[in-house]
């Protein structure tokens, strides 16, 4: 194995997250709840009263965020490495796997963890394995 040194970025990567978790320790000081993409979001699915403004305001952030960086960095190119029915797939399954594990990666591992929560310790074992078995099999065991 080796490291990509031209693509290789430890202080964004630190910085993000840095900014990750500042942004989960005030999201749960401020608003008394978990930063989990997937509850937020589920949250529309079934609304409460009073409940709706600020997970719209979320979302719509994390769909501003990605243009305000192309606005300042200019455009970038992604490489994506699968077809749209991989990536469909893909999609829905973590949407299934977010329902059984009763939150996302963002909510247990970023937000369980640093509460200690055994739930979340179990959860992101489970989703970090299956990523990894799931990366060695496609790239090793089906290439």
Known sequence: MTIDWTHFTPWASLAGGILLGL?????ILVNGRILGISGILGGLLRPVKGDTGWRLA?????????????MVAGPTTP??????ATIVIAGLLVGVGTRYGSGCTS???????????????????????????????ARHAFA
């Open 23 to 27: 942004a989960s320790a005030l999201f």
């Open 107 to 137: 909510g247990h591992g970023v937000c369980g963890l640093s509460r200690l929560s055994p739930r979340s310790l179990v959860a992101t074992l489970a989703f970090m394995g299956a990523g990894f078995v799931t990366v060695y099999l």
């Open 79 to 84: 490489r994506i490495d699968a077809g749209w």
């Open 58 to 70: 979320f979302l719509a952030g994390m769909l501003a965020a990605p243009l305000l960086y192309f």
